[in-house]
């Protein structure tokens, strides 16, 4: 991936516009849409805070999406439609997104058990040899989450790509809600896409990771940008650094291993926020598939 798609925020949520509604399932997604429109903007200072607050913002919506699935009338519609295609790319829409969902937290599960580990070798005040290992085994997984994150961000560009470029051809001849429901799972399938692409990139090391032979390498890298506040991940590499400095005393040496046990205390809790999130949007993803699936098949 370029620099430019690495850097580029993902954090942007399209708006269709929708015809004037009255429904109330309807309503209150616009509502929990112009909640994360407020979340877009909104400026706290942790990637990873913000990116907890957007995925609580997205299950509040995808449970309107399943109340306005649960409509009568919006099930009538679906019925009549079901053999077309826009049906599949919609139940396809969904599965690629569980797909994404459940790929990124398998890599983040594994990013935060090695970072545990690695606070545990220095908890013990292991061997320097152990040290040295658990460093390797987590800038090895962060490399691998690095790589592994931004694959689950191409896809979900892929799928936005397509989401743009595929026109909306639903015609009801009985009335227009049921073009009003494509059009707002179609927003919230963007907003999805966006906030999970801005939750994953929250975790992406914008230094390119290379291998550590341990101390040399690790202190020849050079500090933080000025004006620049690194992010949990980046965190954890500079007090890496901190760590394998030489120092004058016992004292210097003990303050940097509890900075490094406290930036990965840090990342853990962060991966856990996000894992919690993406956890119980993926069951609101496969609830709203589900959903559809026994409309159709009914």
Same mark, same amino acid.
């Given at each position: ?12 949520? /399209? ?64 019925? /009549? ?12 829409? $969904? ?93 919230? /399938? ?5 906030? $999970? ?46 760590? $394998? /400095? ?53």
């Amino acid at each position: 991936m370029s620099d430019s798609d690495t850097n580029e925020s993902p954090h942007h949520v /399209r708006s269709v516009s929708l015809p004037s509604k009255t429904n109330p399932n309807i309503s209150r997604i616009d509502e929990a849409l112009r909640k994360i429109k407020v979340w877009e903007s909104s400026s706290v200072t942790s990637k990873v805070e913000n990116a907890c607050i957007g995925l609580v913002g997205l299950g509040d919506l995808y449970k309107c999406v399943e109340d306005l699935i649960r409509l009568p009338l919006t099930q009538q519609g679906l019925v /009549r439609h079901q053999n077309e295609k826009w049906v599949e790319d919609v139940l396809d829409g $969904f599965v690629k997104l569980i797909d994404v969902c459940g790929t990124a937290r398998d890599i983040m599960t594994q990013m935060k058990e090695n970072a545990g580990e690695l606070r545990s070798v220095l908890r013990r005040r292991a061997e320097e040899s152990c040290k040295e290992e658990k460093v390797e085994a987590y800038v090895s997984c962060k490399k691998k989450m690095n790589k592994g994150l931004n694959k689950c961000v191409e896809d979900l560009k892929k799928l936005d790509k397509k989401l743009v470029s595929s026109p909306v051809l639903v015609q009801d001849n009985h009335n227009n809600h049921l073009e009003v429901v494509i059009k707002n799972l179609r927003e919230v /399938r963007a907003s999805t896409v966006s906030i $999970f692409q801005y939750s994953l990139m929250a975790f992406v090391s914008e230094q390119k990771p290379t291998k550590w032979s341990l101390v040399s390498k690790i202190v020849q890298k050079g500090p933080a940008k000025s004006g620049e506040e690194p992010d949990v991940v980046e965190c954890v590499d500079v007090a890496l650094r901190s760590l $394998f /400095r030489r120092v004058s005393s016992k004292a210097d040496e003990a303050k940097n291993v509890q900075l490094v046990q406290k930036c990965l205390e840090e990342l853990e809790d962060g991966i856990e926020g996000v894992e919690v999130g993406l956890e119980c949007i993926s069951r609101r993803l496969i609830q709203t598939r589900v959903s559809l699936l026994n409309i159709f098949t009914q």
